[in-house]
Nanobody, 125 residues
Framework: QVQLAESGGGLVQAGGSLNLSCAASGRTFNMYTMGWFRQAPGKDREFVAAIPWSGGGTQYADSVKGRFTISRDNAKNTVYLQMNSLKPEDTGVYYC??????????????????WGQGTQVTVSS
């Protein structure tokens, strides 16, 4: 059974940093894109960042470019999201996800098949 387990969320003041982790189990995702999405209260789930299986050619939402960095450790089947210069509008539940197809980079949530339970990030002003 595939499981994605996020960790590292919490409460932080504006300008602070958090580092999210997502550990996959039940299957190896070395050949898959891995992505991060978030959902704020009352809003749709939105794309944050994605990293291809090779690690190069990462994609970011415009709202987080220059502040967030996605990385992965294929040996650990884990993807990370380093979040710096956090803003109150970054508040939400953050989810990691993996698509059904190997190799292809996706930024649409509809293309992602496996999802974690999410970790709450709250940024106070």
């Amino acid at each position: 059974q595939v499981q994605l387990a996020e960790s590292g969320g919490g409460l932080v003041q504006a300008g602070g940093s958090l580092n999210l982790s997502c550990a996959a189990s039940g299957r190896t995702f070395n050949m898959y894109t891995m992505g991060w999405f978030r959902q704020a209260p009352g809003k749709d789930r939105e794309f944050v960042a994605a990293i291809p299986w090779s690690g190069g050619g990462t994609q970011y939402a415009d709202s987080v470019k220059g502040r967030f960095t996605i990385s992965r450790d294929n040996a650990k089947n884990t993807v990370y999201l380093q979040m710096n210069s956090l803003k109150p509008e970054d508040t939400g539940v953050y989810y990691c996800a993996v698509p059904a197809a190997r190799y292809i980079m996706y930024i649409s949530a509809q293309e992602y098949h496996y999802w974690g339970q999410g970790t709450q990030v709250t940024v106070s002003s």
